[in-house]
């Protein structure tokens, strides 16, 4: 595990979008896996702003979101690929046809996460998988108590994570409280990792993550068994930790 402690959240993002840049510019038709969230958005925009303006390509580039709300169509307002649309894939040359993303609203969603699995071991896999925390250490979906070996499924989301996320949900709206995710172990599968983690929220999970024991508790702590995982931290979100040697400063 690389784990770089950055200044600010600004610093912390340009170095994330610098490395995706390097893997499409090392392999232009790379397999990303793509996050959602708050601390995405500004990791999208800086990676319009490298197409735009250092002519980074996505024309070759295959994409696999890591999660959507059960019950929600794409064209949902509140769905992630709504989201993706809005904040990266609207902006860029990504192909249509390259662009996979869950559909919340399938008929089966059990039937939809086994295929979705399908669709990712068909391109032979995911090159660079993109990941941001949750507070109570989550990634994509995998909640507390998932399986570290799970593959993509439906999870119930926890209640923390409800209360996280009430806010993206108006009155008028009925926040769903499942979703579609990639398992712990279709991330970990993976041939490469970025974590992006900022702010004085995720402390407490980044410690747990990096220095503490590998646990259900903390989904994240797995992240210690992946050989090629890059974790990108501002100041605030790695206050926490006990031991900053062999951190890298920048």
Known sequence: MKIFLCVDAA????????????????????????????TMEALYAELIRLHRHQALSFA?????????????????SHSYSHYMHQHLFDHVNIQPQHIHLLQGDAADPVVEAQAYEQRIQAVDG?????????????????????????????????????????????????????????GIGTIMDARQVVMLALGAKKA????????????????????????????????????HLACQIGRAHV
């Open 60 to 76: 070759g580039v295959r994409s696999f979101n890591l999660d959507e709300y059960l019950g929600l169509s794409g064209t949902h």
């Open 11 to 38: 610093q912390a993002t340009a170095l994330a979008g610098a490395q995706v840049q390097q893997q499409i510019m090392r392999k232009p038709e790379s397999v990303l896996g793509f996050a959602t969230g708050g």
């Open 204 to 239: 407490d999970a980044v410690a747990h993550m990096i220095e503490g024991p590998i646990s259900a508790r903390w989904p994240a702590s797995v992240l210690q068994m992946h050989p090629q995982t890059t974790v990108i931290l501002d100041a605030p979100a790695a206050q």
């Open 126 to 182: 995911i090159d660079l998988q993109l990941l941001g925390l949750g507070e109570n250490g989550h990634i994509g979906f995998n909640e507390p108590s998932s399986s570290l070996a799970s593959r993509t499924r439906v999870k119930r989301l926890a209640p923390d994570t409800l209360a996280a996320n009430q806010r993206y949900f108006s009155a008028d709206i009925s926040q769903p409280t499942h979703a579609l995710t990639m």
